[in-house]
């Protein structure tokens, strides 16, 4: 089983490994305590026959640790750094972020999570090279200890300076405030992020610290829960950005890791159903009810960032690369001062949510303009365990934008759905054309909630010219949770040119990362058939302010592997930046490896072929607005459940199931192919 708990809905995928089918639910999330929804999922599956002590496998994709950063509700973090230096963290980049940032006149940097108050010098020095320059000073760090007691501290960030070409220190420091205080919670830059460049490795291990707290209080609190349940004693693991998961008990040691939790899991699952439909290149579309995240996936394999910013915060962890912008049914839509609409940032959430759940709200959001338009079935949502009231969406579009604007109810509904279509056109855009990309090239995944509500339009203005919508949208998140192998990674930084390097340094640099990960696999349970090792050597023009990784075939390296592989290190550089300078020194800063631990592959049951016209699938018709078809017309609904491998259908039409309804436009065509996904085209 698996449980995706969104802003919104939390998702639950229980998956029967004999049958390769699969059931799902969808339960209202719980901002205020996330684990009371997967306890209530828990409850509703045990009077659907599924009782916890059946469940063998859980998996866990979480927003807790990224709602406590963006929210600004993490942990009281205390921060320790080599005397000298405690200006680091405040002086961060030394100016404003790029983008958008540069042009905003009012800018300011976030508050700091740990502050000047709570920011402690720890008398010690490691040279560049590793030597201890200045021994650590223990009444330094006795110090340090009653300051972060004046300070109520509940967590520390330790980063001294060069603690990564030696730790000694700094687990000497950890040592010491772990036995003066069991409850704080700890993160070393040496055990997370043992890499080069001071500013992000601290930044990183702050972040860990303010979310850490948080994400470990809930872990424990939910698996004593489980553990009451007997809901997989013995299998529980964690959902981390890096497209990987990671054993539950272990997650908040690395909570930083779990930031993009939940879109990972999407991404997982998309390129995993396009994969077995033979698709290779693709864009995942994940809107769900407060957010829309994009990612690329090309020749199979997502893109990886080692370098991320998340509410403001600089974060060095290989994350996929997913674009986030806020727009989800629950965005609100405003009128401003100057008349002018806007959709977003603002979301109603899953309390009191949009107006036309009837919980008390009053705002104006996308779900309500669809409802207006008709695309949403307002009697009957989750197999009718909801129902939308259309009264009320009316109302507050009525009131919040077609009045202020002057506008009729319709075309105040679809000027919401326009703007918030071009947002997350926008964002598709930023990770593929404004990168070299050409859409025409990718398919369009879209899935959740409402993914599949918005994709064909935007896919028809943006030129893509097919859509692979896969059988279970607002749950595909939690089915990628199933498909996610377990995966860390090890990173280590030795700045060396590469002629003076050998291949036999290389080879033992590369040995000692895999050591550790071989025990912590084994640790797992995984057997060293089922390891997987990925090795990367992060390069740079000498002088340059980054890298880029540069894979390596195998290990041990050959003579003439350095020289080849930094001959690939400029094919690299001029496809990600347009030019290359293969007559300059390139320097080696980074070792990189990917361990990972294969879980059995999951088999999804194949589709029944059609036996009869796709029209026995058809569930009535519901007037919806296509511009392109004269406004509001009669289209037809199609049941998804009754749809069949090979079945075909032409838009402007509607195909409702319990997790999410899809818009067909007028333009184009739908094939039923034997996954069960639909693959939409333009029509000729």
């Known amino acids: 089983m698996t449980v995706d708990t969104g802003g919104t809905f939390s998702d639950f995928v229980v998956f029967d490994e004999e049958t390769g089918t699969y059931r799902i639910l969808k339960v209202p999330s719980t901002p205020d305590d996330p684990g009371r929804a997967v306890l209530n999922g828990l409850e509703l599956l045990r009077e659907q026959g599924v009782r916890p002590e059946q469940i063998g496998f ?71 090279q590793g030597q201890v320059r200045v021994e650590l000073d223990e009444r330094s760090v006795r110090d340090a200890i009653a300051v972060f007691e004046a300070e109520r501290v509940e967590s520390v960030a330790i980063c001294l300076l060069f603690s990564f070409m030696c730790p000694d220190h700094e687990q000497r420091v950890a040592r010491a405030f772990r ?15 043992p890499q080069i460049r001071e500013y992000y490795r601290l930044s990183t291990v702050v972040v860990n610290a303010y979310v850490s707290a948080v994400l470990g209080r809930y872990v424990e609190q939910l698996g004593d829960r489980l553990d009451e349940l007997k809901v997989a004693p013995a299998s529980r693991f964690t959902m981390q950005s890096n497209g990987g998961s990671a054993p539950f008990k272990s997650t908040s040691a690395r909570a930083v890791g779990t930031i993009l939790s939940g879109p990972a899991g999407g991404v997982t699952a998309g390129s995993a159903l396009a994969a ?129 604007l002057g506008l009729d109810l319709l075309r105040a509904a679809a000027g919401i759905v326009e703007i918030v279509n071009v947002k997350m056109g926008e964002a598709i855009k930023a990770i593929s054309t404004e990168r070299g990309f050409d859409l025409r090239e990718f398919t369009l995944v879209p899935f959740g909630g409402a993914g599949p509500l918005h994709a064909g339009r935007i896919a028809v203005d943006l030129g893509v010219p097919r859509l692979l919508i896969p059988p279970a949208p607002g749950a595909t998140s939690a089915l990628g949770l199933l498909m996610s192998n377990v995966k860390h990674d090890y ?25 550790p990960a071989v025990e912590q696999l084994a640790q797992e349970g995984f057997a060293p058939e089922r390891m997987r090792f990925r090795y990367f050597l992060d390069m740079r023009y000498a002088g340059q302010g980054y890298e880029n990784p540069v894979p390596v075939d195998s290990v041990p390296l050959a003579d003439g592997d350095l020289a080849r592989y930094r001959s690939r290190f400029d094919e690299i550089h001029r496809n990600c930046h347009g030019h290359a300078a293969p007559g300059q020194p390139v320097e080696v800063v980074n070792y990189r490896l990917e361990a990972t631990g294969v879980v059995p592959k999951v088999e999804l049951a194949r589709l029944e072929e059609a036996d009869g016209p796709v029209e026995a699938a058809l569930a009535g018709t519901r007037r919806a607005y296509f511009a392109g078809a004269g406004g509001m017309v009669d289209v037809p609904v199609y049941d998804r459940h009754g749809l069949r491998a090979g079945h075909r259908f032409a838009g402007p039409a509607l195909v409702d199931q319990y997790d999410a309804t899809t818009v067909i436009c007028p333009e184009q065509v739908v094939t039923v192919d034997p996954i069960g996904n639909l693959i939409v085209e333009l029509a000729g």
Request: aromatic share 4%; with cysteine.
């Open 179 to 193: 036995e003066a205080h069991p409850e704080w919670w700890i993160s070393t830059s040496s055990d997370l992020l």
């Open 58 to 128: 859980f998996s866990h994709g979480t927003t807790v640790a990224t709602n406590a950063l963006l929210e600004e509700r993490g942990a009281r973090v205390g921060l320790a750094v080599t005397a000298g230096f405690r200006g680091i963290y405040e002086t961060a980049e030394q100016s404003r972020p790029y983008g958008p940032a540069v042009f905003d006149l009012g800018y300011s940097k976030p508050a700091p999570l740990a502050p000047p108050s709570r920011t402690v010098e720890i008398t010690e020095r490691i040279g560049a």
């Open 491 to 515: 990173v280590r930084s030795r700045l060396t040119d590469i002629e003076r390097l050998s291949a036999d340094e290389v080879t033992d640099l590369f040995e000692r990362l895999r050591g």
């Open 276 to 404: 077995a439909a033979g698709i290779d290149d693709i864009v995942t579309f994940d809107m769900g009810g407060t957010s829309c995240d994009v990612a690329l996936i090309q020749n199979g394999e997502p893109l990886i960032s080692d370098r991320n910013k998340i509410g403001g915060r600089d974060i060095a962890l290989p994350m996929l690369d997913i674009n986030t912008v806020s727009a989800g049914g629950g965005t609100v839509a405003t009128v401003d001062a100057h008349g002018a609409l806007h959709v977003g940032p603002q979301s109603a959430g899953a309390v009191p949510g949009p107006a036309c759940y009837g919980r008390g709200g009053d705002q104006a959001t996308v779900t309500d303009a669809n409802v207006v338009l008709g695309y949403l079935n307002p009697t009957e949502i989750l197999g009718g365990a909801m129902s939308l009231n259309r009264d009320l969406a009316e109302t507050a579009i009525r009131a919040k934008v077609a009045e202020p």
